[in-house]
C-alpha cells in the first residue's frame, strides 16, 4: 500500500475486534513516529503503550465524570455541536457527543497509545520574561510536531490492516487521566489512539472540496482550477 492508498484507506474506526496486536507490530509503529518532522528536531513525544485493563477502565470512569460538567456540556452543546453538524453535513446532537462519543473508541480498542508531550514553557519560562513572547509559539509548534507524529502512526496502522481512533477526550480530565497513567507535571497528555482491528467499518466521513479549502496567492484569490 503506498502513501496515498493508506491516507485514502484510512478513518477513524470506533469499534474493534478483540484479536490483540503484538509488541513488535507497535513498536514499529511507534519508530514511524519518531521519525516525524519536529519543530527544531525536538522530538517532543513520548508514548505509553496501555494494555492493561484496569488501567483502561479508570481512564474511562474518570471520562464518564469529567463529562458531567455543566460547564463542557455547555462548551459542547454551544460550540462542538453546531461545529461537528456544519462539518459533516447533518445535526448532530449535543448528547450524542457528550455521551461517550468521544472515549466511547477507548472501550474496545485492545490497544491504547497515550500519546504525551514535554510541555516546553516552563522551560522557556525559567529563562526569563524577554523570553514570554515565545512561549506559546513553540508550544504551538511541539503540539504540530505531534500531530505529524501521530498521523504516521495511524498512515502506519492502516497500511497493516489496522485501524486506529485518534481520540484527545482524556484532555477534558487531563491532570486526572495524566494521574493514572503517573505522567510527570510538566508533560502533556495530549491524545490516546485507538488501535486494534477493525471490527465495524462505517461510512466514510464527508470532507471539504478542495475548491473550499485552496486559494492562490492570497486568501481571497479562488485558486483559478476551481473557477468555473
Ligand atoms: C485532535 C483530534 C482529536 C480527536 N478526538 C476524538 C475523540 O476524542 N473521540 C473520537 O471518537 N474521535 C476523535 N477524533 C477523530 C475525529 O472525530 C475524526 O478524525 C473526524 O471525525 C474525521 O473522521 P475520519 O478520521 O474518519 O476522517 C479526533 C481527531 C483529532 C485529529
Not at 527544531?40 to 484496569?54: L, T, V
Not at 471520562?63 to 462542538?80: G, H, I, M, Y
Request: net charge neutral; with cysteine.
Amino acid at each position: 500500500m503506498d502513501v496515498f492508498e493508506a491516507i485514502e484507506t484510512r478513518q477513524s474506526i470506533r469499534k474493534f475486534k478483540s484479536d490483540d496486536v503484538s509488541d513488535k507490530t507497535i513498536l514499529q509503529f511507534l519508530d514511524m513516529a519518531r521519525k516525524a518532522p519536529s519543530a527544531e528536531n525536538s522530538q517532543p513525544w513520548e508514548f505509553i503503550i496501555i494494555r492493561d485493563s484496569e488501567i483502561r477502565n479508570r481512564i474511562i470512569e474518570t471520562l464518564e465524570t469529567a463529562v458531567k460538567d455543566e460547564t463542557l456540556k455547555k462548551f459542547v452543546t454551544e460550540f462542538l455541536a453546531p461545529m461537528v453538524s456544519k462539518a459533516v453535513g447533518f445535526q448532530v446532537p449535543a448528547e450524542a457527543l457528550i455521551k461517550g462519543a468521544g472515549y466511547y473508541p477507548l472501550h474496545n480498542a485492545p490497544v491504547l497509545i497515550a500519546v504525551c508531550m514535554k510541555d516546553p514553557r516552563p522551560v522557556i519560562k525559567s529563562f526569563g520574561e524577554e523570553y514570554d513572547k515565545y512561549k506559546d509559539l513553540t508550544f504551538i509548534w511541539f503540539v504540530l510536531s505531534i500531530g505529524a507524529a501521530i498521523e504516521n502512526i495511524l498512515l502506519s496502522a492502516v497500511s497493516k490492516g489496522l485501524a486506529t481512533c485518534w481520540t484527545s477526550s482524556a484532555m477534558f480530565a487531563e491532570e486526572k487521566v495524566k494521574k493514572i497513567l503517573e505522567i510527570p507535571e510538566d508533560v502533556r497528555l495530549l491524545s490516546i489512539i485507538a488501535l486494534g482491528y477493525p471490527n465495524r467499518i462505517p461510512s466514510k466521513i464527508s470532507k471539504k472540496p478542495l475548491k473550499e479549502i485552496v486559494y492562490l496567492d492570497n486568501y481571497l484569490k479562488v485558486h483559478p482550477s476551481f473557477l468555473r
